[in-house]
């Protein structure tokens, strides 16, 4: 799942170099925990939100056979 979100996500961003994904495990979720280059957590976020759900619904869809819970954060920095 991992692989999956760096690539779109390096797709998006002006700062490919910066994008980084930690992997948190739960009792019944697996936290998936996105940073990338201050200039562009925008890009990331889109418009009211639309690329991050779009990015979201992606990951739930590549995980529906999992026994555990997706879900994916955006870190902002500062």
């Known amino acids: ?10 797709a998006l961003v002006d700062h ?4 980084a994904v930690e992997t948190r495990e739960e009792e019944m979720a697996v936290i998936y925990e ?11 976020i889109g418009k ?3 690329t991050i ?3 979201r619904t992606v990951v739930y ?8 819970r997706v879900i994916v954060h955006v870190k902002e920095k500062g």
């Open 1 to 10: 799942m991992k692989p999956l979100i760096e690539t779109i996500v390096k």
């Open 16 to 19: 490919p170099e910066a994008v």
């Open 34 to 44: 996105l940073s990338v280059h201050d200039d562009d957590i925008g890009k990331v």
């Open 48 to 50: 009211q939100g639309r």
């Open 53 to 55: 759900h779009a990015i």
């Open 61 to 68: 869809a590549a995980a529906a056979g999992s026994p555990k």
